[in-house]
């Protein structure tokens, strides 16, 4: 569940005249497919504040990219590989002490289907 | 209403790396749950991936041996999905930058013609781990050993039309990737899994119907009876006037009938970003060309030159290269015997029957291909007859030694001793009066027919053994 602070002082509202708002039930299906539960009184001000974020998108799909790679990572740097080698070894022991529940060698989830 | 049928495939592929391919758990099938489940497959706080270079290797060979484009420079990307065989709660995958770009590849169908299918894409991934329904009191188990494993995703183009079709490629993908030695190609054990796309639209049509998706059948013959299942179903929709629903269905073998996955299972966003953890992945033209200059013949470059070397047919040439290791059976025969035709028949119809029957793979073959070479050469001499050569096949089969050792200790070897025959069909002639007499009486054309008679009598005689070719000079000479 999460609940909001209170909205901090802002010197210059970011423009939300030109946003296509987000409707609510765009919000509550984004909300159960990242797991968030919001509390329903509260879903009015998500919604409010998402909107005031699509404007800041909004203002950064303004900025011309024609000539800009896509960056995949802030690091201008490459992909260093390992070599295929075994290196881990069995601590299942270790790994299932810390876990909620577990049998024979499983580790034990709520069940997930029918 | 004549309707079409459009099917692309998704097939993951796991890639035969010993280690896994963001961590350096083993990738060993059937082992005790959990135990090649490290911190990083467990998605332990503060873990991060390193990438295995021969994932990336294989995906690059895969992609050679498709004439694809590699991508040079390919991005990792994070597929967000909630599930509990997925404790990231992303799966590690590719979405804008693949690494495998467009290729083609034959695919040879039953009648011995061949098509070209495209391939739209083939990335790199991580598998995800097993969750078990049954017996815990209502609990579902998880176990992670397969939790990243690594898959190539290959994606064909819409471009099949029938079920056959689909089996065609995916055998042809299967002799692809174990001829490359980048997977096991062990269906059984998931090394090869397939997601079916298919839709109907009304022949002639170039718009594409709404399909539908069947999610993960592991079997050829799976596929088959899948696809037949859901071209009926879709096509009964259209008939009555209906409108096929885009879905993801379940093939369920038992039933032989597809049903819809419940809506929970399919929330398709997945919300893809590039993951932050890795770094690009770059490809520079040493590498290709390297790996390129040790890639080995494949299968259809060898089926190419099997019939233009060897003279033979599509079908015999596609059946022969299936795998490596029966091409190269093939080929060690016809060095030994010299006759590629009867090395080829002998092959496909003896040997591979055989082997069938015994369920013994061509590697456990207890014949080698220079014994078979062996024995074909005693049926090109005429040592033997065809028919004796199959018994001595079985007694190889069974471990009694080469062909001469085995047409030796049985006393099998074709009797060419003009005395002994002459004997043999002198005996045969006097035993047989009336028929001596038909054939006497007989005229040329009906001569021919009769004198079948007496040379079946003579290798009955004979148990066989007797060169038909000499019996037959005999007869000839002495039916006057």
Sequence with gaps: MITLRPPLPRRQP????????????EIEKIAELARIRIAPDQIGQVTARITEILGMVDQLQAVDTTDVEPMANPLDAIQRLRADEVTEENRREAF??????????????????? | MQWETVIGLEVHLQLATCSKIFSGSATTFGAEPN???????LAMPGMLPVLNAKAVRYAVMFGLGIGAEIGRRSVFDRKNYFYPDLPKGYQ???????????????IQLEDGSTRSIGITRAHLEEDAGKSLHEDFHGQTGIDLNRAGTPLLEIVSEPDLRNAAEAVAYLKALHSLVTYLEISDGNMAEGSMRCDINISLRPKGSDALGTRAEIKNVNSFRFVEKAIRHEIERQADILEDGGRVVQETRLYDADLDETRPMRSKEVANDYRYFPEPDLLPVVIDD??????????????AQKRHRFVEQYGLGNYDANVLADSRALANYFETVVTRCGDAKIAANWVQVELLGQLNRSETGIEDCPVS??????LIQRILDNSI???IAKQVFEAMWQGEGSADQVIEARGLKQVSDSGALEAMVDQVIAGSASQVEQYLAADEERRKKLVGFFVGQVMKLSRGQANPQMVNELLAKKLV
């Design chain 2, 385 to 387: 007859s065809g028919k």
């Design chain 2, 286 to 299: 040493e590498y290709i060309e390297a790996i390129a200059a040790g890639l080995p013949e494949l299968p």
């Design chain 1, 14 to 25: 970011f423009p939300v005249a030109n946003t296509m708002a987000i409707e609510q039930n």
């Design chain 1, 96 to 114: 299932q002490a810390i876990a909620p529940a577990v049998e024979n060698g499983l580790y034990l989830v709520p069940r997930v289907v029918e």
């Design chain 2, 35 to 41: 135990t090649q489940a490290s911190a990083v497959d």
């Design chain 2, 369 to 374: 291909a220079v014994a078979l070479g062996g």
């Design chain 2, 92 to 106: 590690i995958s590719q979405f804008e930058a693949p690494i495998v770009g467009r290729g083609t590849f034959e």
